[in-house]
């Protein structure tokens, strides 16, 4: 029963690119959450999908960030026009109900922007 | 408001208990949880505990809940190398009921030979 499986690993990217981070949930969970681990910080909310619907999006940037959780497929974070301070680790986690009965994280994107 | 505050750093030498302490602000969280992290690497799921709980032991691992005081604490027996990592406090919130977890600085936990 594989995890939570996040691509690219790491990620480098020049300032003004595009970025998109993919994560496939845990088999069975329909939950999907992403999180932004700035250095040397601890991880802060971004945001919390269902299955094609945004839940809550109060941790995303106002703009240049956006998020999807396709019927089919994994889970996007795209990141428009990057800057040096979107370099961070991306992490995504899903669980099989918004209970809170445990959330599982996946191995985290490190994003490089230069 | 909504914050985890935890110590940032513990040292200890292999052998002893390390214990791992954190406060949190939302008295009616469900869930509270304890995460690992090596360099590099993604969070681990530890432990978690009820709010109904005071107590949860996993092997080397005992979490302790102090409603009251809205603390709580992750101690690990027989301390190993092994063990050196970050180690992030989490509560989720019950407003919403959305899942999403606040986390804490973390700790970063040092064991010597």
């Known amino acids: 029963n594989a995890g939570v499986m996040q691509n690219p690993r790491h990620l480098v990217r020049r300032r003004g690119q595009e970025a998109r981070l993919r994560c496939s949930p845990m088999?069975?969970?329909?939950?999907v959450y992403w999180y932004r681990q700035l250095p040397e910080e601890g991880l802060k909310f971004m945001v919390y999908l269902q299955k094609e619907n945004i839940i809550d999006e109060s941790g995303m940037p106002k703009e240049r960030f956006s998020a999807e959780f396709p019927k089919e497929g994994p889970s996007i974070l795209r990141i428009q026009q990057v800057v040096r301070g979107d370099s961070a680790a991306y992490f995504c986690a899903s669980s099989r109900d918004s209970s809170g009965n445990t959330i599982y994280f996946g191995e985290g994107s490190w994003l490089t922007v230069v | 408001g909504e914050d985890v505050e935890q110590s940032l750093f513990l040292s200890v030498r292999e052998g002893d208990s390390s214990v791992i302490n954190c406060t949190y602000t939302?008295?009616?969280?469900?869930?509270l949880y304890w995460y690992k992290q090596e360099p590099g690497a993604g969070l681990q799921l530890l432990t978690y505990?009820?709010?109904?709980?005071d107590m949860k032991q996993d092997q080397r691992l005992t979490v302790l809940l102090n409603k009251k005081d809205k603390h709580l604490s992750l101690r690990i027996a027989d301390t190993q190398t092994g063990d050196s990592a970050i180690y992030f406090c989490a509560e989720i919130l019950s407003s919403g009921n959305t899942g999403k977890l606040i986390f804490g600085q973390g700790t970063t936990l040092q064991v010597k030979p």
């Open positions: 505990i009820f709010s109904n709980m």
């Open positions: 088999k069975g969970h329909s939950h």
């Open positions: 939302d008295s009616s969280s469900t869930y």
